[in-house]
């Protein structure tokens, strides 16, 4: 193996995957995309990922980097030609980070949530989910200063974290009847999420709501038949 | 503008003394604020108002949340005595398991020191069962970063860095835990590089001055969380 060949280790709906993807793109790095199908996990997951076994993994090199945000941050720093990712200011940085947690300890798992449960249980988790996309769209308009992304002129950490679950979000719309981007409480992330699925290092890749709906359906199913776990 | 930092943290939080640690290290003069976490300040409540929780750092009047968050700041901001490497895949490194000592680490050990603690009498077995499962899986977590040392002196290499400055949580409240609690955890025999490691990381002096006193600390925990699982 080539000393800078650059592999992915992935799967198509997963969101975490397709932050990964994304900044490869924006830095025009060249890479192979290895699709897992997760039942089984492959040898090479399970070897460049013993601590969670999870996907995605960057493979540079021989080097495996886990864990989505980790990898963002390292195609950042590694690929010094191309638009930077993380902005420039220690203070941005600092809060395009604080959101990013924010989205994947407590956003998206709510969501998560949302999605496997029904009927009334479904209501306070649509309610912190609304809440959760006033802050954003919040914190949209102080980062984006009247530019078209929360990193400005172009694409940064904040729109990549977010922006992937931009496909799971209108899963969730589907499924729930819950408007979380909307003209009237939302304007501003509404336009920023049209923005973002037309980039060029989003256009490609970004997987298409119905095929994610089909996959989602098809998972629920799957948990309903299987035995509960302890 | 005369610089200003000002740190809201809790005696007793690891968050909160990462954040001093870090400003210690790095010999930046901050005011530090104690909250009462059963009454927060309006202050609080102003500079964190989504998760309204400490440690928040406030830097001429801006502020950031989130401890590893504000490391990174701090390492930015303030560029001596470095914290993070060069070397892009050793600072992804560096972040990879500062996230796993907070996403699994901490509350593993929790489980195995006051997790099923108060059970009925026949619930008993159950418990014990569980118990010796999450001893097992802190085991195995500590197991990775007894790996991960190899034989440096610190995680950050020669000098204290960003991740043992996360691992705070195991230096030094770990043996708290254990002692409050009376579950045997960090074991000499199994994780001699790693008790190594916790012993300089406490002589640091940037370090040792951010120790919240350990009896106090134990009593603390044993008062919050109960006499523990030890096995009786």
Redesign the interface.
Known sequence: MAKNDVKLLGAWPSPFVLRARVALNIKSVKYEFLEETMAPKSELLLQSNP?YKKIPVLI?GD?P???S???V??ID??WTSGPSILPSD??D??IH??WA??LDETWFPTMKGLLAVQGEERKPLMDQLSEGIV?LEEAFGKCSKGKAFFGGDGIGFLDIVFGCFLGWLRVSEKITGLKLLDEAKTPRLVKWAESFCADAAVKGIMPETNKLLEFARALAAKMREAPPKN | MAEEVLVFGAWGSPFSRRVEMALKLKGIEYKFIEEDLTNKSPSLLKYNPVHKKIPVLVHNGKPVAESLVILEYIDETWKDHPILPKDPYERANARFWAKFIDEKCLSAIFKACWGACWGEEKEHEKAEIEHEKAVKEVSELLQFLENELKEKRYFGGETVGLLDIAANTIGYWLGVFEEASGVELLTREKFPKLCNWANEFVCVTAIKENLPPRDKLIAYFRNRFGAGNASK
């Open positions: 601590v540079h080097k980097i886990c864990e945000q980790v990898i941050q390292y720093e590694a220690p203070c940085r600092a980070r604080f947690v924010y802050l």
